[in-house]
């Protein structure tokens, strides 16, 4: 019998179905000479603390690096305390039953770095010793499902993902369990500090941005504004040159042509640019860039956009959803033609699906070195039918996605105008001479949001035009945006650094915080421990959060760069890098923070009182 492991239920009664195995057993399907059983996400987990002999929180145990780490059945609350989850336990026994009957095993979890780790542990733990075949599909179509049966890979070939993912798994485990310790016992804290690898400085990087915002001064200058016209086309412009003084400005404000004199004849052209600029289409969506564009469209947080993604990834309407690559390879790009044929009769993309039928298309997002272990997210081709109307939003997301990416570019006229009168003006505009891509969606332009001038008449240099009116502008300089999801999905691409280069984004995505897959979990882990909370869009930090960032700013683990190189070593790993090398320098990691929160934390205790609970303070 071949023993088919799935990562949950649904996954293996789609794999079962395909096979056209009927037989439901408890824990299992059977039929055709296969069993398709299951786990549920992750059924083993790394042992806790006191299964290595550190009971209770005591400072002498600090830090703890286990010689050798175990792996404990998932655990649940009750009301006597954290038991061994009765369900999972079950279904390890059904696991077991099935892999040691079995004459070959399959490995159908995730085809990622956590549907590894998933059945590695479990296999480990069971103490299988049999060979496994690996799955590796990036779609759920049944087609898909059938080839990457007929072209199972042998499960060496993954053993560098599963080093990676474990690596992962236990820097995650020393890191966090020992900081938590650290924290909460040299603050004499009542209840738990919690502190990650990758949580810290996401929590960092908000409350830094909020602070900056809370403590920013706004400083006040000037500007000139004039409004020529050129033929009975009115437009604007602004003095090169801002004010810092009023007195300064209004002399030289003054000094234009006085506009209700009935003779306004002061501005001279003295300069005319207008240069064509071609923008390309953006890259294919990854799990990031979706989960970006659905909060800004949709205000969907990154967690519901990633389980709304899953369910169509399990409906067979899209592609592999955790994916990190914003690229396909040539033999994906050959079905491309046929999905976008298949998008004629949508109601929102058919004629730009049929316009795209009969142009040559744009190939920026056709590149297989950059593919990791699967391509960009693309629409798999299957019909939907009856969507609920926010899977119906991502799933257009996708498929308008994909039409962009390949459309054509969109050719622009950049045109500036230098005027002089007493002072030198500008003035910009946009004129769009080809939309291409933009066409799809027909959004706004994010670099025309500042423009006075929708477009610019045609002038010559030397010429003399009439200015209209004319303006002393009160301006005050503005902080930075508090992070939303989008903009905060954005920065831990890059670990904090302020890149708008998509490509060069891309580039940097191995030394970001997290990962694609991880990252929605980050921020929903941060509001479970009440560090920080959604105000409308924007996530903010609460005053515990705040008071833990206080302590925590300047140390190690709050470092984004330095957390972002561990997650590029990790990649590292999955190409054979050590990992002898790499667990060596997690653990001397380990001792420093450790270290560095049992020396910083006394204090902190009184500063989570918030001052309105604060107790009275009398005198005797």
Request: charged share 30%.
């Amino acid at each position: 019998m071949k023993i088919v492991i799935a990562e949950k239920p649904s996954v293996a009664r789609e794999l079962a179905k395909v096979f056209g195995a009927t037989g439901r057993k408890d824990g299992y399907i059977e039929g055709k000479g296969y069993s398709f059983t299951w786990a549920f996400g992750h059924l083993l987990q790394l042992a806790p603390p006191q299964e290595y002999g550190f009971i209770g929180w005591r400072r002498q145990h600090l830090p703890m690096l286990p010689a050798k780490f175990k792996l404990a059945i998932r655990k649940i609350k009750t009301k006597d305390g954290l038991v061994e989850d009765p369900g999972v336990r079950k279904q390890l026994d059904i696991i077991k039953k099935l892999f040691d009957e079995a004459t070959e095993i399959i490995v159908a979890t995730d085809a990622g770095r956590e549907g590894e780790l998933i059945f590695r542990y479990i296999y480990y733990f069971l103490k299988c010793k049999k060979p496994f075949k690996r799955l590796w599909i990036s779609s759920q179509t049944d087609e898909a499902i059938k080839e990457g049966f007929r072209n199972l890979k042998p499960g060496t070939d993954y053993d560098t993902l599963f080093n990676s993912a474990h690596c992962r798994s236990e820097s995650d485990w020393l890191v966090g369990m020992n900081a938590t310790q650290a924290l909460s016992i040299s603050a004499g804290a009542r209840s738990v500090l919690s502190l990650g690898r990758v949580q810290t400085p996401t929590l960092a990087m908000i409350c830094s941005r909020f602070l900056e915002i809370k403590n920013f001064v706004p400083q006040l200058y000037y500007q000139l504004g004039i409004q020529l016209d050129k033929d009975g086309q009115l437009f604007k412009a602004v003095s090169i040159v801002n004010f810092n003084v009023k007195e300064e400005a209004q002399i030289l404000f003054d000094k234009i042509e006085d506009v209700n004199s009935g003779f306004p004849t002061g501005g001279k052209i003295i300069d005319v640019e207008a240069k064509p600029r071609k923008e390309p289409p953006p890259l294919l969506h990854d799990l990031s860039s979706l989960q970006q564009e659905a909060n800004k469209r949709k205000g969907y947080t990154a967690d519901q956009t990633l389980n709304i993604l899953q369910n169509l990834y399990e409906s067979k309407l899209v592609s592999y959803p955790r994916t990190g690559s914003r690229y396909i390879g040539d033999d994906v790009f050959a079905g491309v033609p046929q999905l976008i044929t298949q998008l004629t009769t949508h109601p929102d993309f058919g004629k730009q699906a049929e316009f795209l039928m009969i142009t040559p298309l744009n190939k920026r997002s056709v590149n297989a070195k950059k593919v990791t272990d699967h391509h960009a997210i693309l629409p798999t081709g299957e019909t939907p039918y009856h969507l609920s109307a926010d899977k119906q939003a991502v799933y257009d997301m996708v498929v308008g996605r994909m039409l962009e990416a390949f459309h054509q570019e969109c050719v622009k006229e950049v045109t500036k105008i230098t005027i002089e009168s007493g002072s030198l003006f500008i003035a910009n505009g946009t004129v769009i001479r080809s939309a291409g891509w933009r066409s799809v969606l027909n959004d706004k332009e994010d670099d025309k949001k500042d423009e006075d001038n929708p477009s610019l008449p045609k002038v010559k240099k030397g010429e003399l035009l009439p200015i209209v009116e004319k303006a002393l502008l009160e301006k005050q300089t503005k902080p930075k945006a508090l992070y939303n999801e989008a903009s905060l999905l954005k920065a831990l691409e890059t670990s904090g650094k302020e890149i708008e280069d998509e490509e060069l984004r891309y580039a940097m995505k191995d030394s970001g915080l997290g990962t694609p897959a991880t990252r929605a979990a980050i921020i929903e882990t941060l509001i479970t421990r009440e560090y920080i909370m959604r105000e409308k869009r924007n996530l903010v930090p609460t005053f515990k959060g705040l008071a833990v960032y206080d302590v925590v700013k300047d140390q190690k683990i709050a470092q984004a760069e330095l957390t972002g190189s561990w997650e590029k070593r990790l990649e590292e790993i999955r190409s054979g890098a050590s990992v002898t090398e790499f667990k060596a320098e997690i653990s001397d990691y380990t001792r420093a923070i450790t270290n560095e929160l049992l020396a910083a934390g006394a204090g902190l205790a009184e500063k989570l009182i918030p001052k309105k609970e604060a107790p009275a303070v009398t005198e005797a």
